[in-house]
């Protein structure tokens, strides 16, 4: 088979490891900060809670060239994140692939945002209120019985999270390039394999990440059947 | 128990705006807060459990105080050491029964311990819930959600039973059964408790003194020295305020 030779070489493997690598990195990211977020707006009333929400939306609905231009705006060379960064840390983030972790995360985010709201403002009110009288703190309230309650959306906002991830392009090739070996993920590897020619390739690095979003599909529909 | 509270909330709510105004001290040990629907009788039972915090005012149990506006004191609830009975009885849908009744005694992180697990198990069987443990809410039915929702809340040994209409989620042969099973745990437990209900059977099986309000204002209180008298025109005054509670529903 054309597809079983390809699958070990490093034309596949590097890519394959380094997505799995930065993808894995971005969903822990964007799940923590997801939670958070979602956690503040489904909780909290305060002036501006709308507009948070869209800015917290935006990365879903913009292009990822756009989302690619305003990180470097932000950490790039002479953007004021990566000019801080780069005097007191010494680190450069462009053309790494810790960059292009960084536009996983932004892209991925809203996905985890979006389901983790939705997943604790469908928890009762009255749950939290029983753990309180019984002496409950609100970390203990958060932790114990609104996580557990909204996790099987959360969960499945992670999984998504993961597959957007895995396939990120845009944000990641203005960030972090196309460097094989350094910065080259999946979907990009697949871009270069067709450039050049390569079909053989193309058709194994596509195989493999179909299946892999497919088999996230049906796990978060799986999640989301109703519970309890 | 000595109990006094004195506490306005304003409320605004599709345009409409609702004013509380809740007022009573009282020193018996059963106190049923009755009206209709609406009338801000839960409110003040959420304001009492730290649950809904008041625009001014005060709630004292037995000197302790729990909320003073001018003094600016707000017990969180965690510390008002007050057990809360719902009205669908919020049980933990992720935990077991066991689960739930000792989830007050279960730290953040660790194991709960040898004596609160056999405190645990004795309110269980005092239930008669032994056989239920491993179960879910889920699988409970009416009766049983209740008796574990009250082992909930007397597991964390409170001051006082707070009660929002603990018999609305039961059908009425059941709910018949429930009520002498609750008189006798308050009776074993010596318990003070605030009930709220609309039903004036509830009303007079419970209550010591009663509170009556109208469109989130009291509109009357009986002690249990007025409930005592033979005299008609005590129940007379009684019935008149209900029935004017229940005007313009």
């Known amino acids: ?228 | 128990m000595q109990f006094e509270l004195d506490i306005v909330k304003r409320m605004r709510g599709a345009g409409e705006e609702f004013t509380l105004r809740s007022r009573f001290a009282t020193t018996d040990n059963a106190l049923v807060l009755f009206g209709p629907s609406g009338s801000g009788k839960t409110l003040t039972l959420q304001a009492i459990a730290g649950l809904l915090t008041p625009d001014q005012g005060r709630i004292a149990v037995n000197g302790d105080v729990l909320y003073d506006s001018r003094a600016g004191i707000n017990l969180p609830t965690r510390r008002r050491g007050l057990g809360y009975l719902f009205q669908d009885y919020a049980l933990f849908p992720h935990r077991t029964v066991w689960e739930n009744v000792a989830f007050g005694l279960t730290p953040l992180f660790g194991r709960v311990s040898r004596r609160d697990a056999r405190r645990v198990d004795e309110l269980l069987d005092l239930f008669g819930l032994g056989g239920l443990a491993r179960h879910r809410p889920a699988a409970l039915s009416g009766g049983q959600k209740q008796r574990t929702a009250l082992a909930r809340a007397l597991a964390t040994r409170p001051r006082m039973l707070l009660l929002d209409e603990p018999f609305s989620a039961l059908d009425q042969p059941l709910r018949l059964r429930m009520r002498k099973e609750l008189a006798n745990i308050i009776e074993k437990f010596k318990i003070p408790m605030i009930m709220v209900t609309h039903d004036t059977d509830e009303m007079e099986s419970f209550a010591e003194s009663v509170v009556v309000y109208r469109q989130g204002c009291v509109v009357g209180l009986h002690t249990s020295a007025d409930m005592a008298q033979p005299d008609t025109t005590v129940c007379r005054a009684i019935h008149d305020q209900m029935a004017l509670a229940y005007d313009n529903q």
């Open chain 1, 1 to 228: 088979m054309d597809i079983m030779h390809h699958l070990l070489t490093a034309q596949f493997m590097e890519p394959l490891l380094l997505t799995l690598k930065v993808a894995g990195l971005a969903t822990l990211a964007a799940t923590i900060l997801g939670i958070a977020m979602a956690y503040v707006l489904a909780r909290w009333r305060f002036p501006g809670r709308d507009v948070v929400d869209a800015v917290c939306t935006l990365p879903m609905v913009m292009p990822p060239t756009v989302l690619g231009y305003y990180l470097l705006v932000l950490i790039g060379r002479r953007g004021f994140l990566g000019v801080w960064l780069k005097d007191v840390f010494g680190i450069s983030l462009v053309f790494t692939w810790q960059g292009a972790a960084i536009a996983a995360t932004v892209v991925a985010f809203p996905l985890v945002f979006k389901s983790a709201r939705a997943a604790l403002e469908g928890v009762g009110r009255q749950f939290e209120d029983a753990a309180r009288t019984l002496g409950q703190g609100e970390l203990a309230v958060f932790l114990r019985v609104s996580l557990p309650l909204a996790l099987r959306g959360v969960m499945a906002g992670t999984m998504l999270a993961f597959a957007r991830a895995l396939g990120e392009f845009g944000a990641t090739l203005m960030v972090a390039g196309n460097l094989p070996g350094r910065t080259q993920t999946l979907s990009l590897a697949v871009y270069s394999a067709v450039q050049a020619g390569d079909d053989g390739l193309a058709n194994a690095l596509v195989i493999v990440i179909s299946l892999v979003c497919v088999a996230i599909l049906v796990g978060t529909s799986r999640l989301l059947q109703s519970q309890y």
